[in-house]
């Protein structure tokens, strides 16, 4: 079995000619760096702790970085600015929504015999009519409503396997940089599956 990460599904559904074996050749000897955990990682406390707390902990992380902080280099401390302005954008667009956060920074596997997908799901929220999952994405790749689907069928899936058919009510995906906030219902996520599992064995063939 082949386990292919959500950050190469995704390249995979922007890019029908990526496979894993020419992205690796593309980074052979090359350790691409990317601030993404700790982006990532602002969110799960903007939820389990507070926003206050989110805000504190990504401005130290980055100011005590060598990589990212002052001895960085310009283009990293470009990107080190860059994810403290998008998680603005992040508390802004939150601040809004009134639904309770069940979970934060969930990573499940999705098995697409003969391979596997990581999913993960920045938060989950609790609506009246069921649990929505949310993606969060800060890069810059323009986000459309059809990319969104492919996104957020994979999320779909494993929760509603973990929670229960019927039990998601909607998937939302946002991106941080146009921002947009877009969403997907069960009916768009189901007919995706199939798309999924095509983009996946792709990727690894």
């Known amino acids: 079995m082949t386990r292919v990460t959500f950050g190469m599904y995704r390249?995979?559904?922007?890019?029908?000619?990526?496979?894993?074996?020419?992205?690796?050749?593309?980074?052979?000897?090359f350790t691409l760096v990317t601030p993404m955990r700790t982006a990532q990682s602002a969110i799960?406390?903007?939820?389990r702790e507070s926003p206050a707390a989110a805000?504190?902990?990504?401005?130290?992380?980055?100011?005590?970085?060598?990589y990212w902080g002052p001895n960085g280099?310009?283009?990293?401390?470009?990107w080190a600015d860059a994810i403290r302005r998008l998680y603005d954008t992040y508390d802004n667009l939150a601040q809004a929504d009134p639904r309770p956060a069940i979970a934060a920074g969930l990573e499940r596997d999705l098995?697409?015999?003969?391979?596997?997908?990581g999913v993960r799901i920045d938060v989950l929220l609790f609506d009246p009519a069921g649990y929505v999952p949310r993606l969060v994405f800060w890069d810059k790749n323009d986000l459309t409503q059809a990319r969104a689907i492919q996104y957020a069928a994979p999320a779909w899936r494993v929760m509603e396997d973990e929670l229960g058919d019927g039990r998601v009510a909607d998937v939302e995906v946002w991106s941080l940089r146009q921002p947009a906030q877009l969403?997907?219902?069960?009916?768009?996520?189901?007919?995706?599956?199939?798309?999924?599992?095509?983009?996946?064995?792709?990727?690894?063939?």
């Open 11 to 29: 390249k995979g559904v922007r890019e029908p000619a990526a496979t894993l074996s020419s992205a690796a050749a593309a980074n052979a000897g």
């Open 44 to 47: 799960t406390r903007h939820h």
């Open 55 to 66: 805000r504190i902990q990504l401005h130290r992380s980055f100011r005590n970085s060598d």
């Open 73 to 78: 280099t310009p283009q990293a401390q470009g």
């Open 111 to 117: 098995e697409l015999q003969p391979d596997a997908l």
């Open 183 to 205: 969403t997907v219902s069960p009916a768009q996520a189901r007919g995706a599956m199939g798309q999924v599992a095509r983009v996946v064995h792709r990727l690894v063939r």
